[in-house]
């Protein structure tokens, strides 16, 4: 059995998750354990390590997690096929962005207009909704009049969308899924500044598991249609270089 984890769902919906172990399942022969964490974006400093206690197999983690598994043990987990997302500005490339969101209405029209606002992010784990913040910011305590954590993309999105807080970076390919699901928020927010871009979120594999499944799924990754990817914001996978992240 493979036992595969998701740390990106509700951001990216779980059924693409779903989808996606489905296909390999049936590409590989293999049967398939999906489980989601949602209360991080992968593991960092003090969490639990799944991969480290060989208790998962495949991931779909943010990109920090990746380098501090790497960091930890180089040859704990290793890369698969990414997605590449259907965002023009990916020009066919596995990289997305941070898109720094207000409501239309809002007075802001630079990010230095934020100074002061209150601003949240979904978990600080996380390379678009937190990373990239802090990385032009450096000092978000101070800069911020406030930081809300939300717990997802979705809900820092609804918190903006509903003006109880000012302003957020989103996942683009989070973005782009709801801009298609709910078309009137493009009326109803302004993206202010972009950050990026950032290679996508990477889809890794324990290092103990064997070679000749780690080919399997790959090949399987690969073959994946843009029709069964194109209703979560995605054109298919791509190989991606550990140099990228």
């Not at 962005?97 to 007075?107: H, I, L, Q, T």
Request: charge should be negative; glycine fraction near 6%; hydrophobic fraction near 45%.
């Amino acid at each position: 059995m493979l036992r595969v984890i998701s740390y990106l769902a509700p951001s990216i919906p779980a059924e693409f998750f779903r989808i996606v172990a489905a296909h390999i399942a049936a590409e590989c022969g293999e049967s398939i354990a999906l489980q989601f964490e949602e209360r991080i974006s992968g593991p960092l400093g003090d969490d639990r390590d799944p991969f480290a206690e060989a208790d998962v197999d495949l991931g779909f983690i943010c990109a920090p997690s990746y380098r501090w598994m790497r960091a930890k043990d180089p040859e704990s987990v290793e890369l698969l096929p990414a997605p590449v997302p259907l965002d023009a500005r990916a020009n066919g490339r596995a990289v997305y962005f941070a898109d720094v969101v207000v409501r239309a209405d809002s007075p802001f029209v630079t990010f230095d207009d934020l100074r002061g606002a209150r601003w949240t992010y979904n978990d600080r784990n996380s390379r678009s909704g937190w990373f990239s913040m802090v990385e032009r910011v450096r000092e978000p305590e101070t800069f911020f009049g406030s930081l809300a954590q939300s717990g997802s993309h979705l809900r820092s999105l609804d918190l903006v969308l509903n003006g109880d807080v000012d302003a957020a970076a989103i996942d683009s390919n989070a973005l782009f899924v709801q801009r298609r699901e709910r078309p009137e928020i493009a009326s109803m927010l302004r993206v202010i500044e972009t950050w990026g871009p950032y290679p996508i979120q990477p889809v890794i594999i324990r290092g103990g598991v064997a070679r000749e499944v780690k080919e399997r799924i790959a090949h399987a990754l690969l073959s994946m249609t843009p029709e069964t990817l194109e209703p979560f914001g995605f054109r298919g996978f791509a190989r991606v270089a550990d140099a990228a992240y």
